[in-house]
Nanobody, 115 residues
Framework: QVQLVESGGGLVQAGGSLRLSCAAS????????MGWYRQAPRKQRELVAG???????NYVDSVKGRFTISRDNAKNTVYLQMNSLKPEDTAVYYC?????????WGQGTQVTVSS
């Protein structure tokens, strides 16, 4: 079992930045993929960014060039640096970990971007 705890969400004006953190209760180097998802009101949850154990990253088109995902295996933490935030980025952001067999989720952190 792995517990994931997100932090760093909040209210920010459009154009601002936030950095989300996801602290894992166990070592994350064994996780095949770590990712950030988001869910806005009345919308489906979507993958925002993912990072493999080898460091490969992928992003949804809407955040490319603005968001950066990274992982620090020594701190068992995954980050999402979000720059140039837009009102449409408003959502609950969830951390996700997948070890090839099981999938784990955090409780989510709210990000609100005002115009």
């Amino acid at each position: 079992q792995v517990q994931l705890v997100e932090s760093g969400g909040g209210l920010v004006q459009a154009g601002g930045s936030l950095r989300l953190s996801c602290a894992a209760s166990r070592r994350i180097f064994s996780m095949n993929v770590m990712g950030w998802y988001r869910q806005a009101p009345r919308k489906q949850r979507e993958l925002v960014a993912g990072i493999s154990s080898g460091g490969s990253t992928n992003y949804v088109d809407s955040v490319k060039g603005r968001f950066t995902i990274s992982r620090d295996n020594a701190k068992n933490t995954v980050y999402l640096q979000m720059n140039s935030l837009k009102p449409e980025d408003t959502a609950v952001y969830y951390c996700n970990a997948f070890n090839g067999v099981y999938e784990y989720w955090g409780q989510g952190t709210q990000v609100t971007v005002s115009s």
